[in-house]
Protein backbone atom coordinates (compact mmCIF):
# COMPACT_ATOMS: atom_id res chain seq x y z
CA UNK A 1 0.00 0.00 0.00
CA UNK A 2 1.01 3.50 -0.86
CA UNK A 3 1.04 6.22 1.20
CA UNK A 4 1.29 9.76 -0.64
CA UNK A 5 1.15 13.07 0.57
CA UNK A 6 0.38 15.97 -1.08
CA UNK A 7 0.14 20.23 0.54
CA UNK A 8 -1.54 22.56 -1.11
CA UNK A 9 -0.28 25.07 0.67
CA UNK A 10 -3.47 27.39 0.83
CA UNK A 11 -6.95 27.14 2.06
CA UNK A 12 -8.28 27.43 -1.34
CA UNK A 13 -10.79 25.26 -2.44
CA UNK A 14 -9.67 21.80 -4.26
CA UNK A 15 -11.45 19.64 -7.07
CA UNK A 16 -10.85 15.93 -7.63
CA UNK A 17 -11.57 14.30 -11.13
CA UNK A 18 -11.30 10.30 -11.09
CA UNK A 19 -10.27 9.11 -14.26
CA UNK A 20 -10.53 5.27 -14.72
CA UNK A 21 -11.87 2.08 -16.50
CA UNK A 22 -11.39 3.83 -20.09
CA UNK A 23 -10.61 0.40 -21.36
CA UNK A 24 -9.01 2.09 -24.59
CA UNK A 25 -7.68 0.12 -27.25
CA UNK A 26 -7.83 3.00 -30.03
CA UNK A 27 -11.70 2.68 -31.20
CA UNK A 28 -13.15 5.88 -29.77
CA UNK A 29 -16.72 4.22 -30.84
CA UNK A 30 -16.29 1.93 -27.97
CA UNK A 31 -16.48 4.19 -25.15
CA UNK A 32 -18.10 7.55 -24.35
CA UNK A 33 -15.62 9.41 -26.28
CA UNK A 34 -17.19 12.88 -26.47
CA UNK A 35 -18.99 12.38 -23.01
CA UNK A 36 -15.24 12.10 -22.01
CA UNK A 37 -13.37 14.67 -23.50
CA UNK A 38 -15.97 16.88 -21.98
CA UNK A 39 -15.60 15.41 -18.56
CA UNK A 40 -11.60 16.64 -19.19
CA UNK A 41 -12.74 20.09 -20.23
CA UNK A 42 -15.30 20.59 -17.21
CA UNK A 43 -12.19 19.39 -14.95
CA UNK A 44 -9.54 21.57 -16.49
CA UNK A 45 -11.75 24.79 -15.91
CA UNK A 46 -11.80 23.69 -12.34
CA UNK A 47 -8.36 23.62 -11.55
CA UNK A 48 -8.98 20.04 -10.70
CA UNK A 49 -6.08 17.23 -9.86
CA UNK A 50 -6.41 14.30 -11.00
CA UNK A 51 -6.85 10.55 -9.62
CA UNK A 52 -6.33 7.43 -11.75
CA UNK A 53 -8.83 4.82 -10.99
CA UNK A 54 -7.07 1.83 -13.01
CA UNK A 55 -7.84 0.17 -16.45
CA UNK A 56 -7.09 2.68 -18.51
CA UNK A 57 -6.51 0.48 -21.36
CA UNK A 58 -7.61 -2.46 -21.96
CA UNK A 59 -4.78 -4.62 -23.77
CA UNK A 60 -4.44 -7.55 -21.60
CA UNK A 61 -6.69 -9.09 -18.57
CA UNK A 62 -5.20 -10.91 -16.00
CA UNK A 63 -6.00 -14.50 -17.66
CA UNK A 64 -4.51 -12.91 -20.70
CA UNK A 65 -1.32 -12.17 -18.99
CA UNK A 66 -1.32 -15.62 -17.41
CA UNK A 67 -1.87 -17.29 -20.97
CA UNK A 68 0.89 -15.14 -22.98
CA UNK A 69 3.02 -16.17 -19.93
CA UNK A 70 2.97 -19.72 -20.65
CA UNK A 71 2.32 -19.27 -24.62
CA UNK A 72 6.22 -20.53 -25.42
CA UNK A 73 6.33 -17.54 -27.56
CA UNK A 74 9.69 -16.69 -29.12
CA UNK A 75 11.18 -13.21 -27.65
CA UNK A 76 10.26 -11.35 -30.80
CA UNK A 77 6.71 -12.48 -30.85
CA UNK A 78 6.55 -11.02 -27.15
CA UNK A 79 8.85 -7.69 -28.26
CA UNK A 80 5.71 -6.98 -31.15
CA UNK A 81 3.00 -7.87 -28.33
CA UNK A 82 4.90 -5.31 -25.89
CA UNK A 83 5.31 -2.74 -28.87
CA UNK A 84 1.37 -2.69 -29.78
CA UNK A 85 0.69 -2.77 -25.88
CA UNK A 86 3.04 0.56 -25.83
CA UNK A 87 1.22 2.04 -28.85
CA UNK A 88 -2.37 1.60 -27.32
CA UNK A 89 -0.77 3.82 -24.46
CA UNK A 90 0.69 6.36 -26.61
CA UNK A 91 -2.76 6.68 -28.37
CA UNK A 92 -4.42 7.37 -24.87
CA UNK A 93 -1.99 9.81 -24.13
CA UNK A 94 -1.77 11.92 -27.31
CA UNK A 95 -6.17 11.55 -28.17
CA UNK A 96 -7.28 12.21 -24.56
CA UNK A 97 -5.01 12.76 -21.52
CA UNK A 98 -2.49 14.98 -22.26
CA UNK A 99 -4.31 18.07 -21.28
CA UNK A 100 -4.04 16.80 -18.38
CA UNK A 101 -0.45 16.07 -17.54
CA UNK A 102 1.52 17.45 -14.61
CA UNK A 103 -1.97 17.58 -12.80
CA UNK A 104 -1.84 13.92 -11.19
CA UNK A 105 -2.32 13.35 -7.54
CA UNK A 106 -1.84 9.47 -7.59
CA UNK A 107 -2.28 7.10 -10.11
CA UNK A 108 -3.49 3.52 -9.04
CA UNK A 109 -2.55 0.46 -11.17
CA UNK A 110 -6.38 -1.57 -13.11
CA UNK A 111 -6.46 -5.19 -13.63
CA UNK A 112 -5.88 -4.59 -17.43
CA UNK A 113 -2.00 -4.07 -18.14
CA UNK A 114 0.95 -5.79 -20.06
CA UNK A 115 4.42 -5.97 -18.44
CA UNK A 116 6.97 -4.49 -20.35
CA UNK A 117 10.51 -3.95 -20.22
CA UNK A 118 11.05 -2.73 -16.55
CA UNK A 119 7.36 -1.62 -15.86
CA UNK A 120 4.09 -1.83 -16.84
CA UNK A 121 1.94 0.01 -19.29
CA UNK A 122 -0.25 1.44 -16.31
CA UNK A 123 3.53 2.48 -14.77
CA UNK A 124 4.46 3.88 -18.81
CA UNK A 125 1.07 6.29 -18.98
CA UNK A 126 1.81 7.41 -15.03
CA UNK A 127 5.14 8.60 -16.45
CA UNK A 128 3.72 10.45 -19.65
CA UNK A 129 1.22 11.88 -17.60
CA UNK A 130 4.04 13.04 -14.84
CA UNK A 131 1.48 10.73 -12.10
CA UNK A 132 2.94 9.60 -8.70
CA UNK A 133 2.44 5.79 -9.40
CA UNK A 134 0.44 4.73 -6.35
CA UNK A 135 0.05 0.96 -7.05
CA UNK A 136 -2.60 -1.52 -6.34
CA UNK A 137 -3.60 0.77 -3.06
CA UNK A 138 -3.12 3.98 -1.77
CA UNK A 139 -4.04 6.05 0.86
CA UNK A 140 -3.68 9.71 -0.53
CA UNK A 141 -3.27 12.89 2.41
CA UNK A 142 -4.42 16.03 1.47
CA UNK A 143 -3.00 18.85 3.64
CA UNK A 144 -4.51 22.37 4.18
CA UNK A 145 -3.47 25.81 5.81
CA UNK A 146 -4.57 28.85 7.04
CA UNK A 147 -2.44 30.96 8.77
CA UNK A 148 -1.65 28.72 11.91
CA UNK A 149 -4.33 26.65 11.38
CA UNK A 150 -4.07 23.13 9.49
CA UNK A 151 -6.44 20.55 8.28
CA UNK A 152 -6.36 17.36 6.43
CA UNK A 153 -8.57 15.06 4.18
CA UNK A 154 -7.80 11.29 3.81
CA UNK A 155 -8.77 9.19 0.39
CA UNK A 156 -8.68 6.10 0.25
CA UNK A 157 -8.06 4.27 -2.98
CA UNK A 158 -8.34 0.95 -4.68
CA UNK A 159 -9.08 -0.26 -7.99
CA UNK A 160 -11.35 -2.81 -6.80
CA UNK A 161 -11.78 -7.03 -6.52
CA UNK A 162 -10.80 -8.95 -9.13
CA UNK A 163 -14.46 -9.86 -9.22
CA UNK A 164 -17.46 -7.88 -10.07
CA UNK A 165 -19.49 -6.18 -7.41
CA UNK A 166 -22.74 -5.06 -7.91
CA UNK A 167 -22.45 -1.85 -5.75
CA UNK A 168 -19.45 -0.42 -5.35
CA UNK A 169 -20.51 1.81 -2.64
CA UNK A 170 -21.63 -0.84 -0.76
CA UNK A 171 -18.75 -2.81 -1.02
CA UNK A 172 -16.74 -0.28 1.00
CA UNK A 173 -18.93 0.54 3.20
CA UNK A 174 -18.83 -3.31 4.49
CA UNK A 175 -15.22 -4.52 3.64
CA UNK A 176 -13.78 -1.11 3.91
CA UNK A 177 -15.06 1.38 5.91
CA UNK A 178 -15.16 -0.87 9.26
CA UNK A 179 -11.37 -0.81 9.30
CA UNK A 180 -10.19 2.26 8.27
CA UNK A 181 -10.33 6.12 8.73
CA UNK A 182 -10.63 8.44 6.12
CA UNK A 183 -13.00 11.04 4.47
CA UNK A 184 -13.05 9.70 1.43
CA UNK A 185 -13.36 6.22 0.02
CA UNK A 186 -13.11 5.37 -3.67
CA UNK A 187 -13.49 2.61 -5.72
CA UNK A 188 -13.22 1.46 -9.90
CA UNK A 189 -13.15 -1.45 -11.13
CA UNK A 190 -17.61 -1.83 -11.54
CA UNK A 191 -19.18 0.79 -14.09
CA UNK A 192 -21.50 2.41 -11.63
CA UNK A 193 -21.29 5.96 -10.21
CA UNK A 194 -22.49 5.76 -6.76
CA UNK A 195 -22.00 8.15 -3.41
CA UNK A 196 -23.06 7.45 0.06
CA UNK A 197 -22.19 9.02 2.92
CA UNK A 198 -21.47 7.27 6.44
CA UNK A 199 -21.04 9.13 9.44
CA UNK A 200 -18.14 8.48 12.60
CA UNK A 201 -18.37 9.52 15.83
CA UNK A 202 -15.51 11.02 18.02
CA UNK A 203 -15.45 12.08 21.55
CA UNK A 204 -13.05 15.12 21.60
CA UNK A 205 -11.24 17.04 25.00
CA UNK A 206 -9.96 20.34 24.94
CA UNK A 207 -8.43 21.90 27.72
CA UNK A 208 -10.31 18.74 29.80
CA UNK A 209 -13.83 19.56 28.15
CA UNK A 210 -14.94 16.96 26.02
CA UNK A 211 -17.34 17.11 23.19
CA UNK A 212 -18.17 14.61 19.58
CA UNK A 213 -17.09 15.59 16.98
CA UNK A 214 -18.79 14.13 13.88
CA UNK A 215 -17.53 13.23 10.45
CA UNK A 216 -19.50 12.76 7.26
CA UNK A 217 -17.65 9.65 5.27
CA UNK A 218 -18.17 9.65 1.25
CA UNK A 219 -17.91 5.81 0.00
CA UNK A 220 -17.72 6.09 -4.01
CA UNK A 221 -18.02 4.17 -6.87
CA UNK A 222 -15.87 5.70 -9.45
CA UNK A 223 -17.70 4.52 -12.92
CA UNK A 224 -16.16 4.37 -16.16
CA UNK A 225 -16.32 5.06 -19.76
CA UNK A 226 -16.26 1.26 -21.67
CA UNK A 227 -19.87 0.97 -23.19
CA UNK A 228 -21.12 -2.49 -22.57
CA UNK A 229 -23.91 -2.51 -25.29
CA UNK A 230 -22.69 -0.72 -29.00
CA UNK A 231 -25.57 -0.91 -31.68
CA UNK A 232 -24.34 -2.50 -35.14
CA UNK A 233 -22.47 -5.53 -33.05
CA UNK A 234 -22.92 -8.74 -34.17
CA UNK A 235 -21.35 -10.22 -31.12
CA UNK A 236 -21.08 -7.84 -28.13
CA UNK A 237 -18.04 -7.98 -25.67
CA UNK A 238 -18.69 -9.72 -22.53
CA UNK A 239 -20.89 -7.55 -21.02
CA UNK A 240 -22.85 -8.20 -23.75
CA UNK A 241 -22.60 -11.25 -23.83
CA UNK A 242 -23.45 -12.18 -19.96
CA UNK A 243 -26.77 -9.62 -20.82
CA UNK A 244 -24.71 -7.10 -17.80
CA UNK A 245 -26.93 -4.58 -16.98
CA UNK A 246 -26.29 -1.15 -18.77
CA UNK A 247 -22.74 0.42 -17.77
CA UNK A 248 -22.74 3.78 -15.99
CA UNK A 249 -20.75 6.17 -18.19
CA UNK A 250 -18.81 8.86 -16.27
CA UNK A 251 -17.46 9.97 -13.37
CA UNK A 252 -17.64 11.99 -10.16
CA UNK A 253 -15.64 14.63 -9.10
CA UNK A 254 -15.46 15.50 -5.53
CA UNK A 255 -15.02 19.32 -4.37
CA UNK A 256 -13.24 20.12 -1.18
CA UNK A 257 -13.85 23.26 0.47
CA UNK A 258 -11.41 23.96 3.37
CA UNK A 259 -13.07 25.54 6.61
CA UNK A 260 -12.27 26.23 10.10
CA UNK A 261 -15.55 26.60 12.51
CA UNK A 262 -13.81 28.82 15.60
CA UNK A 263 -10.28 26.86 14.84
CA UNK A 264 -11.49 23.48 14.61
CA UNK A 265 -10.90 21.59 11.35
CA UNK A 266 -14.45 21.51 9.81
CA UNK A 267 -14.21 21.17 5.97
CA UNK A 268 -16.90 20.74 3.69
CA UNK A 269 -16.90 18.01 0.91
CA UNK A 270 -19.29 17.21 -1.63
CA UNK A 271 -19.63 14.81 -4.35
CA UNK A 272 -20.77 15.86 -8.21
CA UNK A 273 -22.03 13.05 -9.44
Known amino acids: ?31 AYNHFKDYLVEANQKDAMYIGMGDYT ?36 ADLLSPTTGRWLA ?46 IDVWLHHGPARMVQNPANYLQTKVFPYWDAHIFAMGHVPKIESKVLDRVYTVYTKGVGRL ?19 GTLRGDYAEQAMYSPASLGAPMVEIEPRWENGSWDPMIKVVL
Open 1 to 31: MQLMRYNTRNDHPLTLAFIGDIQWIGKPELI
Open 58 to 93: DFASPSNRKALAGSGLYDTAKDVIRTAAKTVVDGLY
Open 107 to 152: MLEGHHYLQLEGQTTDQYLAELLGAPFAGTCCNLHLEFSHGKHTGS
Open 213 to 231: QHREVRVIGTGGWAKAYIE
